[in-house]
């Protein structure tokens, strides 16, 4: 191979892990929204801008290195041409300097505007931050459209949405790169963010602030849809829980209810009505389990109640005795709660 080809994949594969992070479904360099899309040209504005002072820097710094200074017979001698010249270009950079930041503030300033401005929406959800899940809530001036869900924010495509955030312990922070930009969740004071998404997917978001021992396992899912599957799946979330289908499952509702786990999570329909933990309705039809740590999965399920210290240390979920039986009945009526 040629030195030319030699280096050609030397760079190829050094670029390759960086740059295999700009393609996952978090992505500040995939956006898909308009809010996304502003945010994204400030950011190659101020990088080009940036990285075209430190070159000019550079390169000036250079030419001083490579300069010669005549001699004179006392060097302490002042030229006043010199000292003129050296005093104009002090003063010209310190306007430029100004300018250079008067301006980028000007243009972030303006984009936060776009980005938080109160904006009228079509869907409104309320994302309430706990250590360490996302309390969802979509609000509906009809009560019987409105109902509570975790971890997974659905949203129709081409629709403007509203999110309205608050915390309950920490200070949290909200972000979903190819959406939007980060706001914070703050306890006591009842932030908001809004952007549209503009094509269909799966697109990631995580806490943005340090926020405990297992920040790093706060992710969410916000799943772009077309309004017609967004309404099915709004529908199907509005209503009650499935009814058990078959008795392994009664069996596990009823091991359920009468466990502690009925004193944290709500499952609508039954006497399960705790409101400490997640909203477990329809808990079968997530996708990932304890904000976004495990994929949905009934051994899973079953890890997790076993286990929730093993899997994400320090979390406030206690442990549940069940034997092994009731064990295999609850997690099968859980998987089931589509």
Known sequence: MSARGSARRALALGLALPLAGCTFVQSPLDPVSPQARDLLWLFWLFSAVLAAIWLAVMLALLASFRARRAETADPLAIDPRR?????????????????????LTGLSYAGQRRLFGDEAARVTIRVIGHQWWWEVQYEDPE??????????????????????????????????????????????????????????????????????????????????????????????????????????????????????????????????????????????????????????????????????????????????RLDPDQLNTVSAYLEGLK
Request: proline share 8%; charged share 20%; aromatic share 6%.
């Open 143 to 320: 009560p019987s459209r409105g109902f509570t869900t975790a971890n997974e924010i659905h949203v129709p495509v081409g629709v403007p949405v509203r999110l309205t955030l608050d915390s309950t312990d920490v200070i949290h922070s909200f972000w979903v790169p190819s959406l939007t930009g980060k706001q914070d969740l703050i306890p006591g004071r009842t932030n908001a963010i809004h952007f549209t998404a503009e094509r269909p997917g799966l697109y990631r978001g995580q806490c943005a602030e340090f926020c405990g021992m297992q920040h790093a396992k706060m992710g969410l899912l916000v799943i772009a849809e077309d309004e017609e599957s967004f309404d099915r799946w709004r529908r199907g979330q509005a209503a009650p829980r499935p009814e058990p289908g078959s008795d392994e499952a009664r069996a596990g509702e009823a091991a359920f209810v009468a466990a502690p786990c009925s004193l944290c999570h709500q499952v609508r329909g039954t006497a399960a009505a705790g409101r400490n933990g997640p909203e477990l309705t329809h808990v079968g039809s997530r996708r990932t389990l304890a904000a976004g740590t495990l994929p949905m999965s009934r051994g899973n399920l079953a890890a997790w109640i076993v286990d929730p210290h093993g899997i994400k240390p320090g979390v406030n979920m206690p442990l549940v």
């Open 83 to 103: 000292e003129r010249r050296a005093t104009a270009l002090v003063a010209g950079l310190t306007v430029a300097t100004g300018l250079v930041v008067l301006v």
